[in-house]
């Protein structure tokens, strides 16, 4: 009797073994049973990188522990998972709840790389400057210059973003920032060691000669005053180079104290340091641009683009030897990542984009009624918009999930209300802008759908809304009283380590 059991019970554990030892194995090398086909499959697995990096992730409904947390890029890994359609839901307390559908695919992992999570509500850090304009971080992002306009004067004040103090104040009496149909804005040199601000002033004008008692019409007379923060002085650079109707004033990115500005279409370069020093560098110039290494510009009437070293002399060639439209409209804006990606906005709002990609070549017009355009910082994609529309041009392939080709425009986001200040979100996945008093981020993965998230709500019905990359900072003026602005500021995204500690 005692033999019989132990030959039932060693060919228990033998059959056991013909069973488990399979199902062992193939787990082992990634398969999965699927019960609804009864069959063994090669299983899935779903790849989670969020902000915060502290989330539940959610299966169809059902919260799933990751199990392999990879704390080098707090990615979790949810694998072994039957090839199919699931929805992810990813959540955190006190945050927005972000979710899509996505299909798993036999042996390979689905990656959801830029998930971001905004924050129910957040703390508000305000800044000293009650009645604020328009506001401008420095390169350095230690500071932030802001503009103040009261009974016809204008003031500048220069804000220590870290001691929340202004150090410098510019009075320009008589004169107003210039209006937002000249898309001039006040400019920080790279060193921060100066600052160009655009302004504007209405002068009498002297009546016709031989007409008696008409009166002197108005004319708006348009400058720059060049500010000196560590002197706290400021002159008119009109009065300085002893030139009138300068345009577009740049600064130079390597050499201290160097300017470029047009004036009645020429594009000349001077120096705040020497106002004897003025050198044309090319005539009939009706938008340029400045790279670490040279400056580009179009010519009219063929919008051809040329470039020369920032010295203007040296380095000169054509770049562009066509135009996709036969007598094409006067350029008002150039946009060049490098040689092989430029992008254009003419007059009329027309985008053109001039494209040496890696499978072709083009150059072609994307869109109409354009409003403003900013490359990524790789130059892979081109963000650009117009009052109620939001989209993304790919330059090159995106080999990251969710792929995108070369050559494809996407369109991320509309609205019957206006759009403003649209721009990119420090991943380039991302774009923040504001609909009316509300700041929104939207993300460009169009699996399923978009997930669209709202940033704070303010009391300034049209605010004017700045993200830094470096700072991990949204600036944005709101109400600080009914009847004054101020600055503030929120932390976005949340704050991350590398191990996630």
Do not use: C
């Given at each position: 009797?005692?033999?019989?059991?132990?030959?039932?019970?060693?060919?228990?554990?033998?059959?056991?073994?013909?069973?488990?030892?399979?199902?062992?194995?193939?787990?082992?090398?990634?398969?999965?049973?699927?019960?609804?086909?009864?069959?063994?499959?090669?299983?899935?697995?779903?790849?989670?990188?969020?902000?915060?990096?502290?989330?539940?992730?959610?299966?169809?409904?059902?919260?799933?522990?990751?199990?392999?947390?990879?704390?080098?890029?707090?990615?979790?890994?949810?694998?072994?998972?039957?090839?199919?359609?699931?929805?992810?839901?990813?959540?955190?307390?006190?945050?927005?709840?972000?979710?899509?559908?996505?299909?798993?695919?036999?042996?390979?992992?689905?990656?959801?790389?830029?998930?971001?999570?905004?924050?129910?509500?957040?703390?508000?850090?305000?800044?000293?400057?009650?009645?604020?304009?328009?506001?401008?971080?420095?390169?350095?992002?230690?500071?932030?210059?802001?503009?103040?306009?009261?009974?016809?004067?204008?003031?500048?004040?220069?804000?220590?973003?870290?001691?929340?103090?202004?150090?410098?104040?510019?009075?320009?009496?008589?004169?107003?920032?210039?209006?937002?149909?000249?898309?001039?804005?006040?400019?920080?040199?790279?060193?921060?060691?100066?600052?160009?601000?655009?302004?504007?002033?209405?002068?009498?004008?002297?009546?016709?000669?031989?007409?008696?008692?008409?009166?002197?019409?108005?004319?708006?007379?348009?400058?720059?005053?060049?500010?000196?923060p560590s002197k706290n002085e400021s002159f008119n650079l009109n009065d300085f180079l002893g030139q009138s109707n300068i345009k577009n004033v740049r600064w130079d990115s390597k050499e201290k104290g160097a300017i470029?500005?047009?004036?009645?279409?020429?594009?000349?370069?001077?120096?705040?340091?020497?106002?004897?020093?003025?050198?044309?560098?090319?005539?009939?110039?009706?938008?340029?641009?400045?790279?670490?290494?040279?400056?580009?510009?179009?010519?009219?009437?063929?919008?051809?683009?040329?470039?020369?070293?920032?010295?203007?002399?040296?380095?000169?060639?054509?770049?562009?030897?066509?135009?996709?439209?036969?007598?094409?409209?006067?350029?008002?804006?150039?946009?060049?990542?490098?040689?092989?990606?430029?992008?254009?906005?003419?007059?009329?709002?027309?985008?053109?984009?001039?494209?040496?990609?890696?499978?072709?070549?083009?150059?072609?017009?994307?869109?109409?009624?354009?409003?403003?355009?900013?490359?990524?910082?790789?130059?892979?994609?081109?963000?650009?918009?117009?009052?109620?529309?939001?989209?993304?041009?790919?330059?090159?392939?995106?080999?990251?999930?969710?792929?995108?080709?070369?050559?494809?425009?996407?369109?991320?986001?509309?609205?019957?209300?206006?759009?403003?200040?649209?721009?990119?979100?420090?991943?380039?996945?991302?774009?923040?802008?504001?609909?009316?008093?509300?700041?929104?981020?939207?993300?460009?993965?169009?699996?399923?759908?978009?997930?669209?998230?709202?940033?704070?709500?303010?009391?300034?019905?049209?605010?004017?809304?700045?993200?830094?990359?470096?700072?991990?900072?949204?600036?944005?003026?709101?109400k600080e009283s009914e009847s004054s602005n101020a600055l503030h500021s929120i932390i976005f995204p949340e704050r991350t380590t590398i191990l996630g500690f």
């Amino acid at each position: 009797m005692e033999t019989l059991r132990r030959t039932i019970f060693f060919w228990f554990l033998v059959i056991l073994f013909l069973i488990t030892a399979p199902t062992v194995v193939l787990r082992a090398r990634g398969y999965s049973f699927d019960f609804s086909r009864g069959v063994f499959v090669h299983s899935g697995s779903i790849t989670v990188k969020s902000n915060p990096q502290s989330v539940d992730v959610n299966l169809n409904g059902e919260l799933i522990k990751a199990k392999t947390l990879s704390r080098i890029n707090n990615s979790y890994n949810i694998s072994g998972l039957i090839p199919k359609d699931y929805a992810v839901t990813i959540s955190a307390a006190d945050f927005q709840t972000w979710s899509k559908k996505i299909e798993v695919h036999s042996g390979l992992s689905t990656e959801l790389w830029n998930t971001i999570l905004v924050r129910n509500s957040y703390q508000k850090t305000a800044y000293d400057s009650s009645g604020i304009g328009k506001f401008f971080i420095s390169p350095k992002n230690g500071y932030a210059v802001f503009s103040q306009e009261k009974e016809n004067l204008l003031t500048v004040k220069i804000l220590n973003i870290k001691k929340n103090i202004v150090e410098n104040v510019f009075d320009l009496p008589g004169w107003e920032l210039v209006d937002d149909s000249k898309k001039e804005n006040i400019e920080w040199s790279p060193e921060e060691d100066y600052l160009s601000v655009p302004v504007q002033r209405k002068v009498a004008a002297l009546a016709q000669k031989g007409t008696s008692g008409t009166p002197p019409e108005e004319k708006i007379e348009y400058t720059y005053f060049i500010l000196d923060p560590s002197k706290n002085e400021s002159f008119n650079l009109n009065d300085f180079l002893g030139q009138s109707n300068i345009k577009n004033v740049r600064w130079d990115s390597k050499e201290k104290g160097a300017i470029f500005f047009k004036k009645d279409g020429d594009l000349y370069l001077a120096s705040i340091l020497d106002k004897n020093y003025l050198f044309l560098i090319a005539n009939s110039v009706t938008a340029y641009e400045l790279s670490t290494s040279h400056i580009y510009y179009t010519q009219s009437p063929e919008q051809m683009v040329f470039r020369a070293g920032l010295d203007g002399k040296s380095d000169k060639a054509q770049i562009t030897y066509s135009f996709p439209e036969q007598n094409p409209e006067e350029i008002y804006k150039l946009i060049v990542y490098d040689e092989k990606r430029i992008a254009f906005i003419n007059l009329s709002g027309e985008l053109f984009v001039y494209n040496e990609g890696e499978t072709g070549s083009y150059f072609k017009k994307l869109a109409d009624s354009v409003e403003g355009i900013q490359f990524s910082n790789d130059g892979k994609k081109l963000l650009f918009w117009s009052k109620n529309e939001i989209s993304v041009y790919f330059l090159r392939n995106w080999d990251v999930q969710p792929t995108r080709s070369e050559n494809e425009t996407q369109n991320i986001t509309r609205y019957s209300d206006e759009l403003k200040n649209v721009q990119w979100f420090k991943d380039y996945e991302h774009v923040i802008f504001s609909v009316g008093p509300q700041i929104k981020i939207i993300e460009l993965d169009a699996r399923d759908h978009r997930n669209s998230m709202d940033l704070p709500a303010l009391a300034n019905p049209e605010p004017l809304v700045i993200y830094n990359n470096s700072l991990e900072n949204l600036f944005f003026v709101d109400k600080e009283s009914e009847s004054s602005n101020a600055l503030h500021s929120i932390i976005f995204p949340e704050r991350t380590t590398i191990l996630g500690f």
